[in-house]
């Protein structure tokens, strides 16, 4: 246990911001045990992944940070045409991705080059090229910080929906993912892959690929590199600049309001969505709005992606007020309001 701990290496904003105490942890048992001490139940409490999600709004934050560090991939059962991985929760999702790809296990391809960790994978059900991660995940085990037990969630349970499950709401700030149990299927001759995207099908034609042509293991190792090329040129190191990566969602809008907008807006991106809503394109709006390439106090959107948020200021405020002047300028534009993907996190 350490006290007065510095936060600033571990979120990827870099912002400022001392721990009261910080406690790393590598395996369930020791989790299980520490979470029954009077340190614990004494202090307020603050579970550390990777910060790829989180902006403190304090220098100082006053409870315990807890770092479960654990890492592993196991094969716990397959059939005929599907694998089951217990994956850890501490693993490095891109790892895990490329792990499925070394053995052609598909419907997780479109994922790579996500960074951060598995774990987030269940709690904010990352997207990517037409891939929900909530379609492979079979089930999710986790520590209930109510009753200290190990329990698990089926898919249906996790109530997964856009970057969202349960995790954000019901069981909010009383969990501990320690595994994530993903189903995928083995290699299919008749597996449809999801290539309908116009930087996807650049990348093809740029190249000379005739996709179709391709056999089936040639199609897995193409789509993956396709993507992993894309966003590498879109988007920024995140281990050489402060980012949060997307820093905010994309919103969704009743069909009558997308309509109303699509009268003032006829080149609005929108596509419909499997709960009859339509979602429009975040960064298009920001962009729209002349915040790409800005810069206000060493914090700006980033110029190859408007929905990137990039910080060299170690000041929380800094990116707060970036985001709330954001933010009003869309809503003013457009009567459309952009929720935060960021978590914000305060006293």
């Not at 907008?261 to 709960?275: G, I, M, S, Y």
């Not at 060493?298 to 709330?324: C, G, Q, R, T």
């Amino acid at each position: 246990m350490q006290k007065d701990y510095s936060l600033q290496p571990l979120n990827t904003l870099q912002v400022n911001c001392v721990a009261k105490m910080y406690v790393d942890i590598p395996n369930t048992y020791q989790l299980l045990q520490f979470i029954e001490t009077q340190e614990w139940k004494e202090n307020k409490h603050w579970i550390f992944w990777w910060w790829s999600n989180t902006l403190f709004l304090n220098d100082y934050f006053d409870w315990i940070v807890l770092h479960p560090g654990i890492k592993g991939i196991e094969l716990i059962k397959q059939d005929e045409n599907a694998v089951y991985l217990q994956v850890w929760a501490w693993e490095v999702r891109d790892d895990f991705v490329q792990y499925c790809l070394d053995n052609s296990f598909w419907w997780i391809e479109n994922l790579i080059a996500i960074p951060w960790n598995v774990w987030t994978s269940a709690v904010s059900n990352i997207w990517a090229y037409g891939q929900e991660v909530k379609n492979v995940i079979y089930e999710v085990i986790w520590v209930n910080l109510e009753t200290n037990t190990i329990q698990k969630l089926s898919n249906n349970d996790c109530e997964f929906a856009y970057r969202d499950s349960i995790f954000k709401h019901d069981l909010e700030d009383k969990f501990i993912i320690t595994h994530v149990v993903f189903k995928l299927q083995k290699i299919d001759e008749n597996y449809e892959y999801i290539t309908s995207y116009k930087d996807v099908e650049t990348y093809f034609s740029s190249n000379w690929i005739d996709f179709e042509k391709l056999d089936s293991l040639k199609k897995l190792q193409t789509i993956s590199q396709a993507i992993y090329e894309i966003r590498k040129n879109k988007l920024p190191d995140h281990t050489k600049v402060w980012t949060a990566g997307s820093y905010f969602k994309n919103p969704e809008l009743s069909l009558p309001e997308r309509d109303t907008l699509e009268k003032k807006f006829p080149d609005l991106r929108a596509h419909l969505t499997d709960n009859e809503t339509m979602k429009l394109s975040a960064w298009q709006l920001i962009e729209l709005c002349w915040w790409k390439g800005k810069e206000v106090n060493k914090v700006k959107m980033y110029e190859k992606h408007a929905l990137i948020l990039i910080n060299a200021n170690p000041s929380w405020k800094a990116v707060e007020d970036y985001a709330k002047n954001v933010q009003k300028s869309v809503y003013e534009k457009f009567w459309v309001h952009l929720e935060p993907e960021v978590r914000y996190c305060d006293n």
